[in-house]
């Protein structure tokens, strides 16, 4: 089994900075994908950014230039540097990685709210 737990959400005023962190535990294979993906009550859930072991990475429109996503495939963390938040940007974030050895399979954070403060 693998487990994702976050940390680093809070409240921060518009144009502030939040650094999210994920730290992978279990069965953690080499190749994988781990991600953000935020989620608004009421809203499906979508992916801010995402990052292949090889490094492979791809954000939405809306946090490009302002979002970086980085990750250590030693420690199986991943780790996503929010800049110039907006209060559109508020919402649950979620890590989440997924392997396809030796079968496919998907993981979940429990999440952490970001608050933006206009």
């Known amino acids: 089994q693998v487990q994702l737990v976050e940390s680093g959400g809070g409240l921060v005023q518009a144009g502030g900075s939040l650094r999210l962190s994920c730290a992978a535990s279990?069965?953690?294979?080499?190749?994988?994908?781990m991600a953000w993906y935020r989620q608004v009550p009421g809203n499906q859930r979508e992916l801010v950014a995402r990052k292949t072991s090889g490094g492979r990475t791809n954000y939405v429109d809306s946090v490009k230039g302002r979002f970086t996503i980085s990750r250590d495939n030693a420690k199986n963390t991943v780790d996503l540097q929010m800049t110039s938040l907006k209060p559109e940007d508020t919402a649950v974030y979620y890590c989440?990685?997924?392997?396809?050895?030796?079968?496919?399979?998907?993981?979940w954070g429990h999440g952490t709210q970001v608050t933006v403060s206009s």
């Open positions: 279990g069965r953690i294979q080499s190749t994988n994908v």
């Open positions: 989440y990685l997924k392997q396809l050895q030796p079968y496919e399979s998907e993981y």
